[in-house]
């Protein structure tokens, strides 16, 4: 099964092949225990990109490790995404997914500091993210910007 490694180090996204999940969370060097995921997309047959990120990807300090918000995200690494069809299936993520992610996807912006955050979310190039269920928000992003 492919699945895509962000590394945001290099900001560059990794197709990989994996046996499933559990070892695409491995090689990505999360913890299945310690993790959250979030849609980034959704398609109108209702198939799914998502991220999976360290459950605490969101609170700790962003300037120890650059960041990569898509139009909704905005987490700390480690972290990969994953594809799935409209019945929930995880499917192989698509390599020219990969490649336009890659070569400069508008969506997808790398950001390696918190004022780089607020910064996006005021000039809204990014909204402010947050965490809900069934819409209601249970966490947002209130990250100041130091002064």
Not at 23 to 28: E, I, Y
Not at 90 to 115: I, R, Y
Not at 122 to 145: A, D, F, H, L
Request: proline share 7%.
């Amino acid at each position: 099964m492919n699945f895509a490694i962000i590394h945001p180090t290099t900001k560059t996204i990794e197709l990989v092949d994996c046996v499933d999940y559990r070892a695409a969370l491995v090689l990505a060097g999360l913890d299945q225990n310690g993790v959250d995921f979030g849609t980034v997309a959704q398609w109108k047959d209702g198939s799914t990109l998502s991220i999976i990120v360290y459950e605490f990807g969101l609170i700790e300090p962003v300037n120890q490790t650059p960041i990569s918000p898509s139009t909704i995200n905005s987490t700390t690494a480690p972290r990969f995404s994953s594809k799935a069809d409209p019945e929930g299936e995880t499917v192989d993520f698509p390599s020219n997914l990969t490649t336009h992610l890659n070569e400069g996807c508008e969506a997808l912006l790398w950001l390696g500091t918190v004022e780089a955050v607020e910064a996006a979310i005021t000039s809204n190039q990014i909204p402010r993210p947050q965490s809900s269920i069934n819409g209601v928000p249970t966490w947002t992003w209130n990250k100041e910007p130091k002064q």
